[in-house]
């Protein structure tokens, strides 16, 4: 499984963390994690959201751009990597 950490700018709208929490659940992404932070002098939220899925993040990524009131959307590599351990348990059990 893959995982994935967006970085992602927005307008101070209440509804645009549901709309992201639903995009994200409707292209098959599992929420390990999320902060949401707004600054309330320039009116724009930040909402880092840790992912993970064995799909490829520009499925999510490309959605995401497309709702309304979203400034922009990052991919975070530092917080990308496949699960290892997994990985390797599964290499490893039939032997």
């Known amino acids: 499984m893959n995982h994935?950490?967006?970085?992602i700018s927005v307008d101070d709208k209440q509804v645009v963390l549901e709309r992201i929490l639903q995009v994200t659940r409707y292209r098959g992404f599992l929420i390990n994690g999320m902060n949401a932070v707004v600054n309330t002098g320039t009116q724009i939220?930040?909402?880092?959201?840790q992912v993970s899925s064995e799909r490829p993040i520009e499925l999510l990524v490309?959605?995401?751009?497309k709702l309304i009131d979203i400034k922009d959307v990052k991919v975070d590599n530092r917080g990308s990597h496949q699960d290892s351990a997994?990985?390797?348990?599964?290499s490893t059990q039939y032997k």
């Open 62 to 65: 490309d959605q995401i751009n």
């Open 45 to 49: 939220g930040t909402i880092e959201l």
């Open 4 to 7: 994935y950490q967006l970085i």
């Open 86 to 90: 997994q990985n390797y348990l599964k």
